[in-house]
């Protein structure tokens, strides 16, 4: 149970450098912003000259704000299971 408990809770957040309580709210931001833009998409699909770009803007912008989370993500547990060679 507490490994299963660590896997669900734990083990990510620290992969991309936070607390469970700083990787809530990071991504809970990101959540109702993707939530809001959902609705904008929609409404750009029913009136095609309201929020031209406003959707495609918002999502660069994202991105940009993840910078390199993924791969950090992604090199953490490389690490972890003995494979990573900064060499690669």
């Known amino acids: 149970m507490n490994r299963t408990f660590r896997r669900l809770f734990a083990d990510h957040p620290r992969e991309v450098g936070e607390t469970y ?3 809530l709210l990071t991504a ?6 993707l939530a809001r833009l959902s609705g904008i998409a929609f409404l750009h699909a029913l009136v095609p000259g309201v929020c031209k770009t406003t959707v495609s803007d918002e999502i660069r912008r994202m991105a940009a704000d993840l910078g390199g989370r993924a791969e950090e993500a992604r090199d953490t547990r490389m ?3 003995g494979v990573w060679d900064p060499g690669l």
């Open 21 to 23: 309580g700083h990787h």
């Open 28 to 33: 809970g931001r990101f959540g109702f912003r």
């Open 79 to 81: 690490r972890q299971a």
